[in-house]
Nanobody
Framework: QVQLVESGGGLVQAGGSLRLSCAASGGTFRSYGMGWFRQAPGKEREFVAAISWSGPPTSYADSVKGRFTISRDNAKNTVYLQMNSLKAEDTAVYYC???????????????????WGQGTQVTVSS
């Protein structure tokens, strides 16, 4: 059983930056592909970014390409989401997720993932 704990969310002005972290425990972290998803009020959960267990390769939603970067540190059992040039529409609860994928595999489909964190709120003021 893998436990995931997100941190790093908060309130930031449009154009600013935040770095989210997701710390994993209870499993062999380097065996898991990881994803970031987000959910805004009244909207469905949507894909943000994903990274294979060997990190890279990576994948991004079109809405965040060029602004967000996903990375991982297998020695620290942590995956990161660096978010730059934030916009008001990035406001959401951000979740990290994990699944044992094949090498270099990752997914933008939420239903694919087996483990989820509790989420961290990101609010971008315009």
């Amino acid at each position: 059983q893998v436990q995931l704990v997100e941190s790093g969310g908060g309130l930031v002005q449009a154009g600013g930056s935040l770095r989210l972290s997701c710390a994993a425990s209870g499993g062999t972290f380097r065996s898991y592909g990881m994803g970031w998803f987000r959910q805004a009020p009244g909207k469905e959960r949507e894909f943000v970014a994903a990274i294979s267990w060997s990190g890279p390769p990576t994948s991004y939603a079109d809405s965040v390409k060029g602004r967000f970067t996903i990375s991982r540190d297998n020695a620290k059992n942590t995956v990161y989401l660096q978010m730059n040039s934030l916009k008001a529409e990035d406001t959401a609860v951000y979740y990290c997720a994990a699944k044992k994928f094949l090498p270099q595999e990752r997914s933008g489909v939420a239903a694919t993932y087996d483990y989820w964190g509790q989420g961290t709120q990101v609010t971008v003021s315009s």
